[in-house]
């Protein structure tokens, strides 16, 4: 099953999730879940969040409807969220380049 996930963006970073939930539905479009990403260290938000809505058919329309729509003093940016990256085992970590001991003594003889 395809995910009906929208991408929000340029959110007010004193916007609540429950303020986004009640401008998506003013639109006429229902939601099954907010999320707006927030700074794991600081817990302020980011500015960007996800919706879930039943269908492709009401991310259309949330798109028609509020891409560009003001909230709280900002356009909003609404688009078909992508899906999550993989993050594999990437650049960093593991692995023995093997750069040698040390710090041994050695025999003079």
């Given at each position: 099953m395809e995910q009906s996930k929208l991408y929000v963006g340029n959110l007010d970073y004193n916007t609540t999730e429950d303020e986004l939930k009640s401008h998506f539905e003013t639109k006429g479009v229902q939601t099954k879940s907010v999320t707006l990403i927030k700074d794991k260290y600081t817990g302020r938000a980011k500015g960007f969040g996800f919706v879930e809505v039943e269908s492709e058919e009401a991310i259309q329309k949330a798109i028609e409807a509020l891409d560009g729509q003001e909230l709280?003093?900002?356009?909003?940016?609404?688009?078909?969220?992508?899906?999550?990256?993989?993050?594999?085992?990437g650049g960093f970590g593991g692995g023995s380049g093997g750069s040698g001991g040390g710090g041994g003594r050695r025999s003079r003889f």
């Open positions: 709280n003093g900002r356009k909003l940016t609404v688009n078909k969220a992508k899906p999550p990256r993989e993050r594999g085992s």
